[in-house]
C-alpha cells in the first residue's frame, strides 16, 4: 500500500531550537494531517489541514498544505524536551473525517535538555 | 469522554496460535478502524467499518485475519494462525463522520509473535 515519503527520518536537537519536517507524495490529497506519537500511545492529532496553500498553528506547531497538494510541513518553534516523540504525517483523499489515513514513516525527534 | 478503549495491551503468542484484540470506540463514533503498525513504520490500514458494515479491508490478509464490529459498537480483530510477521502494534480508531479532530487513536495492543 501506498506511504508517504516524510523526512528526516529522526532528528537530534538542543532545547529551544526550532525544527522543520517535511512529507511528500506522488499523488494528491485532499487533506493533509500531523500526529505526535508517545512510546506506548496510539498518535494524537496536531494539526488538520484541508486547503491547498493553507498555514495552520496550534502553539509553537505550525503546519503548511503544499500548493501542489503533493506536500506538507511541519515546524515546531523553540523545542521543549516533552517535544520528544515520533511525528507522523498523513494523508486523506477526501476532506471528511470518515476516510482512511495514508501514513508516513515518522519523524523521530529527540531533544537534549 | 471516553477515549478508545482497547485490550490486551500486550499479547506474546507462539508462531500459529490464535490470538484477539477488542476494541470499543467513542460513543457516537460510526466509523471504526483497525490498523497494523509494524516497528519503525507509520500505521497501515487494516479494516475500515461504517457501523456493523465493512467499508475498506482491501489490505486485511484475510487468509487470516477477520473482523467484525457487531452491533455497529464493539469490535474484535483475529489472527489465525498467527506468523512472525504479524508482530506489531494494532491499534483501533474511531471517528464521527464529519470532523477529523474527532478522529481517536486507541492506545493499541502490541502483539509478538515468536
Known amino acids: 500500500g501506498q506511504q508517504l515519503n516524510q523526512s528526516p527520518q529522526s532528528m537530534f536537537i538542543q532545547e529551544g531550537e526550532d525544527v522543520s519536517m517535511n512529507c511528500t507524495s506522488s499523488s494528491i490529497f485532499n487533506t493533509w494531517l500531523w500526529y505526535k506519537q508517545d512510546p506506548g500511545e496510539g498518535p494524537v492529532l496536531l494539526i488538520a489541514?484541508?486547503?491547498?496553500?493553507e498555514l495552520t498553528s496550534n502553539g509553537r506547531l505550525t503546519a503548511q498544505f503544499g500548493i501542489t497538494r503533493k506536500d506538507s510541513f511541519l515546524n515546531i518553534s523553540a523545542s521543549i524536551p516533552s517535544d520528544v516523540g515520533i511525528y507522523f504525517c498523513a494523508g486523506q483523499r477526501g476532506q471528511g473525517g470518515s476516510e482512511k489515513l495514508v501514513f508516513g514513516k515518522g519523524t523521530k525527534l529527540t531533544v537534549n535538555p | 469522554e471516553a477515549g478508545v478503549a482497547q485490550s490486551p495491551r500486550y499479547k506474546i503468542i507462539e508462531k500459529r496460535q490464535s490470538v484477539a484484540f477488542w476494541c470499543n470506540p467513542i460513543s457516537g463514533h460510526a466509523t471504526l478502524y483497525w490498523y497494523q503498525q509494524i516497528l519503525g513504520q507509520g500505521p497501515k490500514l487494516l479494516i475500515q467499518f461504517q457501523n456493523n458494515g465493512v467499508v475498506d479491508d482491501s489490505q486485511l490478509p484475510k487468509d487470516r485475519f477477520s473482523a467484525e464490529r457487531l452491533k455497529g459498537v464493539d469490535s474484535t480483530l483475529k489472527i489465525q494462525p498467527a506468523k512472525l510477521e504479524d508482530s506489531a502494534v494494532y491499534l483501533c480508531?474511531?471517528?464521527?463522520?464529519?470532523?477529523?479532530?474527532?478522529?481517536?487513536f486507541g492506545s493499541g495492543t502490541r502483539l509478538t509473535v515468536v
Open positions: 489541514l484541508y486547503k491547498a496553500g
Open positions: 480508531a474511531s471517528s464521527f463522520n464529519s470532523q477529523n479532530y474527532g478522529y481517536t
